[in-house]
């Protein structure tokens, strides 16, 4: 008999548990509670009077969670189910996990026991080796079936302790989405091995389209997909095939996660359910295609992903970017401005006319700080119109355009046709070329104010990159308000990140971060360690660094044709333009960030870039 037989007709046997083994109850975990001192005999009564839900298939731990405790040791933890659960594996001397369910491969774990099994012992496979397979459990004490599943899969069993709520709830999860891959693979099993050709590996791919993306399945797996990212803070959703399988990566402030590998026939088919809900060309794989999906969050808050698919060797590789609607909503504290950054900004979008830039590689933030910025100025007495290559997010307040290259609707054509929507505030979504740049600048001398971006490395090169295409130097110094070059640097962490000396090797890095200021470097800085809610980063969530150049009549008499541009920044550093390391020193000193950050992040401050 086939083991998945075996325990399947086992899991359907009566449930007799040895005298041996019993089920923890709310009074022994509460005993032992007492016992550490970690909540007093009136929250242990209080806890005790709720135990009557344990009958009700309730974990005792998760009903003592209910009572949201906080430990009486310091550092007076709130003790969260999570919490409870490694306190009691390390009080067991057991291993304790927390169920991470992008480092599991579900495929393989499901493999190791049937559901009915799983789902009547509360225990699931969390991890699959070659001699051993992981489980966790929530019941430290029932073992009865630990025998009998050893026997059956041929491997030695490692038990760890693991939060009961989560165990149910992946229970659930892994198996279903299993059983959507396994029928959404079917039985095209093509074996590509072999193939090296390209043009072959193309004909394969059509034979793909048989693959109904509609079906049950399919959705299933992708809807499973989007909660996972929203759930893990994901910025971006990679999908992308490969020669037998294709991996699905998630970046998470800023950083790529492999998560996922999956057949290619799914891979295939999840990739055109995409396409459908963006109302692409689901036909069409020869050539790259944009489309944008909303969607509802389980919680009930919309998200918006913009579609991008590329066509490659193996197939479309689909990129999704999650935009979050809270964006709009932040101020620019929250974005990671100082005092002083907040001031030179709100005096350039101050001005009626004029042309404000903001420059850095993509995935730096400037389309965020760009969106905040028009969300303040669009006022009922104001006309805020957009043209952007895509629209990045729908916002009621401004009228948004999209570039439309197919009908030869570029940024120049479109700041052209917005000219004559009697606009106040105008922003272009980027400056490529010296037409569009020619256009901003009409633009700004007819009273508009115009707003866009630029991909240079600080914010004085924007100057030299306007010259470089050929715009006049005498209209950029009647147009240009000012620049404001940033990055997105990670932060540490809040609930571990933990404070310590600097080194003599960090102080010397301190004094060339803020260069060419002098700062005291600070007495103590914070180091990233890791938990749970960072997922052992160190790390959670990003925020901007800055440098802001204003236009001055200082700054004027180096905008010329032949401009050096390391006496423009020199000049700028005069007039107070701090370089964006010197914003990161500044937030390493309030514990925001740690130096190796910013380190990798910022651009040196350097007179020659270097």
Wanted: hydrophobic content about 40%; some cysteine; overall charge neutral.
């Amino acid at each position: 008999m086939p083991k998945s037989a075996q325990l399947a007709a086992h899991a359907s046997q009566s449930t007799v548990v040895p005298a041996a083994d019993r089920a923890l109850t709310v009074k022994e975990i509460l005993r032992h509670l007492l016992d550490d001192q970690m909540i007093s005999r009136a929250e242990a009564e209080l806890a005790m009077a709720q135990r009557h839900l344990q009958k009700q298939g309730m974990h005792p731990l998760a009903i003592i969670a209910e009572q949201k405790f906080k430990s009486a040791l310091p550092p007076h933890k709130l003790l969260t189910l999570e919490v409870l659960t490694e306190w009691l594996a390390s009080k067991l001397c057991m291993e304790y996990l927390h169920i991470d369910p992008l480092r599991i491969n579900f495929a393989s774990v499901t493999e190791v026991m049937p559901s009915a099994y799983a789902a009547r012992l509360k225990v699931l496979p969390v991890q699959v080796g070659s001699h051993e397979v992981v489980i966790a459990t929530a019941e430290p004490y029932v073992r009865e079936w630990e025998p009998e599943l050893q026997r059956v899969i041929g491997k030695t069993i490692h038990r760890v302790l693991a939060n009961p709520v989560d165990i149910e709830r992946f229970q659930i999860e892994f198996y279903k989405l299993a059983a959507s891959v396994k029928k959404a693979h079917g039985s095209d099993q093509q074996q590509r091995s072999n193939v090296t050709n390209f043009e072959q590996l193309v004909d394969l791919g059509e034979t793909d389209r048989q693959f109904d993306a509609n079906e049950q399945h399919i959705v299933r797996i992708v809807d499973w997909l989007w909660q996972y990212a929203f759930d893990q803070r994901a910025s971006d959703i990679h999908i992308e095939p490969r020669r037998d399988a294709g991996i699905v990566r998630f970046r998470i402030d800023g950083v790529l996660h492999q998560v996922y590998q999956l057949p290619m026939t799914v891979i295939n088919a999840m990739t055109s359910r995409i396409k459908i809900l963006g109302r692409m060309d689901v036909v069409e794989k020869r050539r790259p295609q944009d489309g944008r999906v909303k969607t509802r969050t389980p919680q009930g808050s919309e998200v918006e992903l913009r579609l991008s698919t590329l066509p490659t060797a193996f197939g479309e590789k689909l990129v999704m970017r999650i935009f979050d609607p809270e964006v709009l909503v932040r101020n620019f504290v929250e974005l990671g401005f100082t005092e002083e950054d907040q001031q030179r900004w709100d005096h350039m979008t101050r001005q009626p006319n004029g042309i404000i830039l903001v420059t850095g590689p993509t995935g730096s933030g400037k389309t965020t700080t760009l969106y905040s910025t028009l969300k303040q100025l669009a006022t009922p007495e104001v006309n805020v119109c957009t043209i952007e290559d895509p629209i990045e997010m729908v916002e009621d307040s401004f009228n948004q355009m999209q570039v439309q290259g197919s009908i030869d609707l570029g940024f120049a054509q479109g700041v052209r046709a917005l000219m004559r929507q009697d606009p106040d505030i105008i922003m272009i979504g980027e400056i490529r070329d010296l037409e569009t740049a020619d256009m901003a600048i009409q633009a700004a001398l007819t009273g508009h104010l115009v707003l866009s971006t630029l991909h240079t490395n600080d914010a004085p090169s924007a100057i030299t990159r306007l010259l470089d295409l050929g715009v006049p130097s005498y209209l950029l110094n009647a147009t240009l308000l000012g620049v404001m070059g940033q990055r997105l640097v990670r932060t540490l962490c809040p609930h571990c990140r933990e404070p310590s000396d600097l080194t003599p090797e960090e102080e010397s890095e301190w004094a060339r971060l803020v260069q060419p200021f002098k700062s005291p470097p600070p007495s103590k800085i914070y180091r990233p360690v890791g938990c749970l809610e960072c997922r052992k980063t160190g790390y959670q969530g990003r925020m901007g660094i800055y440098e802001t150049l204003l236009m001055s009549p200082g700054i004027r008499q180096h905008v010329r044709p032949d401009a050096d541009l390391a006496l423009l920044r020199q000049q700028a550093y005069r007039e107070g333009m701090k370089p964006m390391r010197v914003s990161g020193a500044l937030k390493i000193a309030k514990g925001q960030t740690s130096m190796d950050e910013v380190v990798r992040i910022a651009p040196p401050a350097n007179d020659d870039g270097s």
